[in-house]
């Protein structure tokens, strides 16, 4: 199985500024014949689905604000929010849907300072 | 625009069985494989079971795999999981999810509300 480990587990940034999130693969999700980065980031609020931010680790999904970046290839990728708003506050998971098992990174909980 | 709406849930004894329904809208369903995801409360998410867009391949995480049977019913656009021999560690809300393709290889992007299943004596 591959293993998402997202770092940090939490986060707390100031508003306006920029908060940045890890997420490591165990093994490459790029799948070499599309050039393809099988990696997605969703985010959730409390009580709420999550809802897909960035796919093909970095394809910001419509209606997504465009301080959301994904950027990364292979095992390492990251979600960054340039300029943290207070509806960000939420918790942020990465996904790698390369492979069966489909994996969660544990997730980050991000707040604000 | 695309909703999924799942029912089913609700408390169950430990030993029993549940069966988790989602009724699909707003796209052609039998066009894209569909997952069910649970997350157990205050946890994060877990991947349980896919299935492709016809219903020909079938796919389960190794917690479930022999207990859980995902399928599909394009007549009623609507997605299943059979849950049999429940045990307390199941206790989450179940989601179901739309992949972007037809396949497996692609992020999920719609998502229901959830059901909760409590598995309780």
């Not at chain 1, 609020?45 to 680790?57: F, N």
């Not at chain 2, 799942?6 to 066009?31: D, H, I, K, M, Y």
């Not at chain 2, 079938?58 to 859980?68: I, L, P, R």
């Amino acid at each position: 199985d591959i293993v998402m480990t997202q770092s940090p587990d939490s986060l707390a940034v100031s508003l306006g500024e920029r908060a940045t999130i890890n997420c490591k693969s165990s093994q490459s999700v790029l799948y070499s014949s599309n050039n393809n980065n099988y990696l997605a980031w969703y985010q959730q609020k409390p009580g709420q689905p999550p809802k897909l931010l960035i796919s093909w680790a970095s394809t910001r999904e419509s209606g997504v604000p465009d301080r959301f970046s994904g950027s990364g290839s292979g095992t390492d990728f990251t979600l960054t929010i340039s300029s943290l708003q207070a509806e960000d506050v939420a918790v942020y998971y990465c996904q790698q849907h390369y492979h069966v098992p489909i994996t969660f990174g544990q997730g980050t909980r991000l707040e604000i300072k | 625009e695309v909703q999924l709406l799942e029912s089913g849930g609700g408390l169950v004894q430990p030993g029993g069985s549940l069966r988790l329904s989602c009724a699909a809208s707003g796209f052609t369903f039998n066009s894209y494989a569909m997952s069910w995801v649970r997350q157990a409360p205050g946890k994060g998410l877990e991947w349980v079971s896919a299935i492709s867009g016809g219903g020909g391949s079938t796919y389960y995480a190794d917690s479930v795999k022999g207990q859980f049977i995902i399928s599909r019913d394009s007549s009623k656009n609507t997605l299943y999981l059979q849950m049999n021999s429940l045990r307390a560690e199941d206790t989450a809300v179940y989601f179901c999810a739309k992949a972007g393709a037809y396949s497996t290889g692609a992020p999920f992007d719609s998502w229901g509300q959830g059901t909760l299943v409590t598995v309780s004596s």
